[in-house]
């Protein structure tokens, strides 16, 4: 009572408790287990989803009452790998995070460490983001995480723009190693 309830993955509910959910968020009323008496309750409600709400209603996977009155105030807040930068601004801080927690002296990432992450979908999001900053803290030895010290499917899922070279970039690297040695 007074406080604020974060319904995180609310999209998880099941239809079968939708309904309970839409009186405790209309009635402000709320049941305890094992009681006859309803307690009012003056509660703020923030929901969050990882999937579009309104297509679920679409396609009858949630109550559209209940979502019109979770959809007050609505912010998106799009996913890390169309974050640009904010990548590197976050890796920064669990670095920073996991160094003091582990007792250890590392400063950031390597360039090549950088170009990797940036180059990365991270479907798992900021959490998989803190997960492997965490295991490249626990590993790395230097100064700087290094890419040998980040998990391997990052390394493999990350395809550098470095690394793709255009037929023309190939070709003229081709001629300038030729002349070069004759």
């Given at each position: ?180 040695e004759f």
């Amino acid at each position: 009572d007074g406080g604020t309830i974060f319904l995180y993955e609310v999209e998880t509910l099941p239809l079968y408790l939708q309904p309970k959910l839409l009186r405790v968020i209309e009635n402000r009323e709320i049941e305890r287990i094992g009681s006859t008496e309803k307690t009012y309750v003056d509660i703020r409600i923030i929901s969050a989803s990882n999937v579009r709400l309104d297509d679920m209603v679409k396609r009858g996977e949630f109550r559209e009452d209940l979502f019109h009155r979770l959809n007050v105030v609505p912010l998106f807040i799009p996913p890390l790998r169309d974050r640009g930068d904010d990548i590197l601004v976050l890796a920064d801080y669990f670095v920073e995070k996991y160094s003091r927690q582990l007792n250890k002296s590392i400063k950031g990432l390597s360039d090549k460490t950088k170009e990797i992450f940036l180059n990365y979908k991270w479907p798992g999001n900021v959490r998989e983001l803190e997960n492997a900053i965490e295991y490249g803290v626990n590993l790395e030895d230097g100064e700087y995480i290094s890419p040998e010290n980040i998990p391997f499917q990052i390394k493999e899922g990350s395809l550098s723009n470095a690394d793709l070279k255009t037929m023309e970039e190939m070709e003229k690297e081709a001629i300038i190693k030729a002349l070069n040695e004759f």
